[in-house]
């Protein structure tokens, strides 16, 4: 059995050594975004800002979620973000830019596509203070595309390509052939 005086030096020990607690916190402006009738096809490009609410400094990742992510792209992935002074207050001084690209895709018909644009951060250059997440929610709504030749996918073009390459090969030889004289000719055969 550990004697009590030990037990208490311990707890004595453990409640002396100082915890450093820090504040982290991340905003992203704005907080929606809705875009109406956009032309599939059609790339936008918006730019973001990412502010740091906290006390001390955070690396800040942007990324896309939900139905969107498959259309979209964010440059820088990353950055690193200075706290907002204090009080906090609006123009934000220290927020970092980050462009967002939405290549809308195409098709027949209209449709809605939701998703969010994330923002998350930790606390920079440690472990230590978690992390911290916001998000915004981006709704999009696409038309088709006014031009039948931005609705054909990528393996239609290859298709009709290898077909229009097939038919003109076989037009230039028989062309070549009848040059040479050569002559095919199909005949129906008699029966006895």
């Keep these: 059995m550990i004697p009590r005086f030990s037990l208490f030096c311990v707890l004595l020990l453990l409640l002396s050594i100082p915890f450093a607690a820090a504040d982290i916190g991340i905003g992203l402006s704005p907080a929606k975004r809705v875009f109406h009738n956009i032309e599939g096809g059609q790339t936008i490009e918006e730019t973001y800002t990412v502010y740091n609410t906290g006390d001390g400094p955070i690396n800040a990742n942007l990324g896309a979620d939900g139905a969107i ?6 440059i820088p992935k990353a950055v690193y973000v200075e706290p907002e002074p204090q009080p906090h207050s609006l123009p934000i001084k220290n927020g970092k830019q980050f462009t967002v690209r939405y290549k809308v895709p195409t098709g027949w018909e209209a449709k809605l596509y939701t998703g969010q644009i994330v923002a998350s951060g930790g606390a920079a250059g440690g472990t230590l203070g978690g992390n911290v997440a916001v998000a915004m929610v981006v709704e999009l709504y696409s ?15 290859l298709l009709t390509g290898s077909i229009f390459l097939f038919l003109m090969l076989l037009l230039l030889t028989l062309v070549y052939m009848r040059r040479k004289g050569i002559q095919i ?3 129906k055969s008699r029966r006895p």
């Design 185 to 187: 000719q199909l005949v």
């Design 69 to 74: 992510a498959s259309f979209v792209t964010v």
């Design 143 to 157: 038309i088709p595309t006014k031009y039948f030749w931005n609705r054909i996918s990528k393996e239609q073009y």
